[in-house]
Each structure stands twice: as structure tokens, then as C-alpha cells.
């Protein structure tokens, strides 16, 4: 069974998370964005074996930590869509106006696009390229548990900020409607920031893209 932790990281309190196979314990951690101390602490009283680091997108809150933690462990890094490379190489910058610790770039080891799969252990997770908060933004999905990682694209009862460099509106919605909707009304989605949803519930009453 695969199985997930979420450790809101940051001063920006994003959604860090662990994902692992409870019986061999190998791990991913996708969007460790910072506070390596606190996602590490929990790695070791799980008992995990954290052999891969996953990024929805190149913001700072979800890839800061990326580089220095793939460095000190010796971890590849999956994703994001190379349509990020831009955002990736402003870490320093970005970092500096927003009074993170420094932040590294970093080359991931496999850029992904709409299609691939991510392996952990016996487990496989579907890559959706879903742009429109960023040019490179990818969502995790596992049909396996019913649960997707979404990063910033969909939020409880919000959506992802479009007014960044490369962000669109009517490509983020397009995005929502023809790459989330079809995991199925009862998918569970862990977003970038705040509690978890279904897409079901969203497409109920979330005022950006309930249906009509």
C-alpha cells in the first residue's frame, strides 16, 4: 500500500510530502520547498528510505530545498516540466526577496512531461503537465490510493495565483478541467497550501470551476 505524510514547510506553510510503500519503506518527498530539519526528522521516525524528490513546480515554497537535500543524500530529482527552467535558475533571486534561507539551482535528474510515470518501489504514479500557475507545473496521481498532489494548481475552494511570470488564467482552467476532472469526483487531491478536497467537492461548489 502506498502511503503519505504532509508536512506544511516554509513560511509559506506548503505542503511538503512524504510518499512511501509500507512494506518496503522506500520514499519520495515531493515539494521539500525548506525546513530539510523538520521533512528529515520525520523520514528517520518513519523509518523510510528516501530514495527520490519529486517537484509539481520551480516556486521557491516548493523546490528550495531540492538541491541541498538531492546533494547531502545523493537523491535524483523528478520533474518539473522543463517550462520551469526559468524559475528553477531565479532561485538565488527569488529567494533574497523574500527572506528565504539562500536557495540553490539545481538540473533535475528526468524533466517530465504530460504522460510519463514516476516508480516508487512496486508503485506507480501518473505525470499530468498541467500549466496555467506555471509554465511548467506537473501533478502527481496515484489511482492506486485515489490521491493526487496537485501542487498550486487547484486549491479548497480556490485555484492556483495566475498573475506570475508565464501564468495564464484560461489555460490554468483548462488545465483543472481536462487533466484533473478525469481522475474521477472521488480522487482526494493534497494541494500546495491548506487542507485537502475532492475534486468532486470542487467541482460542486469551488465559485472558479464548479460546472455550469
Not at 519520495?28 to 523538520?38: K, Q, R, T
Not at 521533512?39 to 521516525?45: G, H, R
Not at 518513519?46 to 527520490?52: A, C, D, M, R
Request: net charge negative; aromatic share 8%; proline share 8%.
Amino acid at each position: 500500500m502506498l502511503k503519505y505524510l504532509t508536512i506544511p514547510v516554509t513560511a509559506f506553510q506548503q505542503n511538503c510530502s512524504l510518499v512511501w510503500d509500507d512494506q518496503s519503506l522506500q520514499a519520495a518527498v515531493i515539494d521539500p520547498g525548506g525546513d530539510l530539519n523538520l521533512i528529515l526528522d520525520a523520514v528517520a521516525k518513519l523509518g523510510l528510505k528516501l530514495e527520490q524528490v519529486w517537484i509539481t513546480h520551480g516556486h521557491l515554497d516548493h523546490c528550495s530545498g531540492a538541491a541541498d537535500l538531492s546533494e547531502q543524500l545523493g537523491l535524483p530529482i523528478m520533474g518539473p516540466n522543463k517550462g520551469d527552467l526559468f524559475w528553477i535558475e531565479g532561485l538565488p533571486e527569488a529567494a533574497m526577496n523574500y527572506g528565504f534561507p539562500p536557495a540553490r539551482p539545481f538540473t533535475p535528474t528526468r524533466w517530465l512531461q504530460d504522460g510519463d510515470t514516476v516508480t516508487l518501489g512496486a508503485h506507480t504514479l501518473n505525470v499530468r503537465h498541467c500549466p496555467g500557475h506555471t509554465p511548467g507545473h506537473v501533478v502527481f496521481h496515484s489511482p492506486e490510493i485515489s490521491r493526487a498532489f496537485v501542487g498550486d494548481v487547484l486549491f479548497a475552494g480556490s485555484i492556483g495565483r495566475t498573475d506570475f511570470p508565464q501564468g495564464d488564467f484560461d489555460t490554468l482552467i483548462d488545465s483543472i478541467r481536462t487533466r484533473l476532472w478525469p481522475m474521477g469526483n472521488d480522487t482526494v487531491f493534497i494541494p500546495g497550501h491548506g487542507p485537502e478536497s475532492t475534486f468532486g467537492r470542487e467541482r460542486r461548489s469551488n465559485p472558479y470551476v464548479r460546472d455550469l
